[in-house]
């Protein structure tokens, strides 16, 4: 990929804060785009990210957009990127469209918080899913992973062609409402349908009022409004009962306080000092769901397709199996899913091809300089982040998919490996506090699925497309599972 070099360049730690101060957000060059809605024609597209990205070839790595007359900077700059990443909650904040969309359908978790509430939200769900406790939750997704490969088994049976995103967003499901607040579903298998049909209903929801560029549902409730007002109402009674149990069960076992077996529990034991009213707890709950289902699944998915184009990984990825696992159906302890260092290198090298985050939005709290550039208060930007994982300067050869590259022993120290630039999972303070969690479930999944079976695209690579719907999805993505004897 070339890109063309921006009036900003590419940020060098040398280069003087004089050159740096010369440039003029204000005056940056941009796409072609319309006269009135600007660049929102190709912004609302499926694959606005695929836009903004070629636009790096036409305008450099540093440029603006215009949406509907919203100006944002687009930066495909990893070093100012990782910058104003890490110098949030103080300079910068997401989008504050986000917060009120969530807001208005009564979320407020640690996604949509700032400042000084973010920190206080943070703080108890970061210890609610730390390395101790995902390893308590790990028979969870042991389970899990279980009841879908007995799935998987009955389609290989029949030859059936599987639509793999829905099958691992019920798993991602069944996974987070488990872990979240102990609630056994079972989506895999087709039941309760209609906590998981609510769900969906919400997710999609958010996702088109957070693209909208004029809140209609104000104006005028749509068919669609006064159903996500029911499904809203449907999952809050639902998270409130089991609010209401885990507190009962914390009262009567006091041994849950020392290992609790899902994350509500672990939040209102972290929550001891009634920090917390039951609105910031269900907000967080709600959260969590909301973090962990879609960008797993999709993630899950990216990693099928490419090992269907690469049998030799598969192999490789079953040996592993072997030989750790040998004769189980499951990694039997979360220290044997710890030595899975060659399906860990699979997943890290999807997330670093395919991210499901392909791009963050931010804005300026205040005026400020990052790297020189000063940025003044209320700014928009869009920080490409995908860009510099898919560049040669970054990772050689970087549209190969290697995993290779990620093991210790290849480590190659002479070829271009620069870990700096993944943004997969975010990054600074707020970096994606359910990664752990994510990694355990991916890498599980991922292993016992090349244990057992052969895979295929049932389709042609070609026919396989990018949605970005919020994360980026794939699109038409059919597999064939054969069971190996
Ligand atoms: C492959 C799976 C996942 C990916 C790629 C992913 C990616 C991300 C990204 C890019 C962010 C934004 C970080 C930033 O602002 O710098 C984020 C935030 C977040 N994620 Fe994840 N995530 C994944 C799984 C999960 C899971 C399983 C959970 C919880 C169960 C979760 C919970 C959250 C939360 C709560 C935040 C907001 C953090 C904050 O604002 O402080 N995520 N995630």
Redesign the pocket.
Known sequence: MTIKSSIFGSVHPNQTMKELETINLDKLPNPKGTFILGHYPNFKSNDKHVFLEKSVEECGDLYSINLVGQKFVVSAIPELNNEI?KS?PKLFK?LPKINAVLQEMGIS???N?EGDL?KK??KL?AES?SLKKVKGYFPIVLEKSKSLLHKFEQFSKSQKSIDIQREFMLFTIDV?TA??FGYELDAIHGKDAVFQKHLERIFMMLNERNFSPIPIWKIYKRTKDKELESSLKHIESTIYKFITQAKENLKNDPKLKEQPTN?LEALLIENNDGAFSDKEVYGNIF??LL??ED??SS?LSWILYYLAQHPEMIKKVREEAHSIYCDHLTPKSFEEYQQLEYTNAVVQET?RIH???TQ?IVQANEDCEIQGLKIKKNKKLILLNRFAQRLDEHFTDAMTFKPERWLKSKCPMHQNHDVSTI?????????????N??LS??VTLTSMICKQFDIELAVKKEEVSEKHSFIVYPENLYIKLSKIN
Request: one cysteine or more; charged letters at 15%; proline letters at 7%.
């Open positions: 990443l949030r997401r978790g640690v996604f918080a973010w939200h943070r769900t899913l987070t872990i979240a994350f959260t969590m973090g962990g960008s797993t993630s997330l991210p499901t985050t963050q943004k997969a999972f975010g990054g600074g303070p707020r970096l994606c506090p359910g990664m969690l994510a479930e991916m």
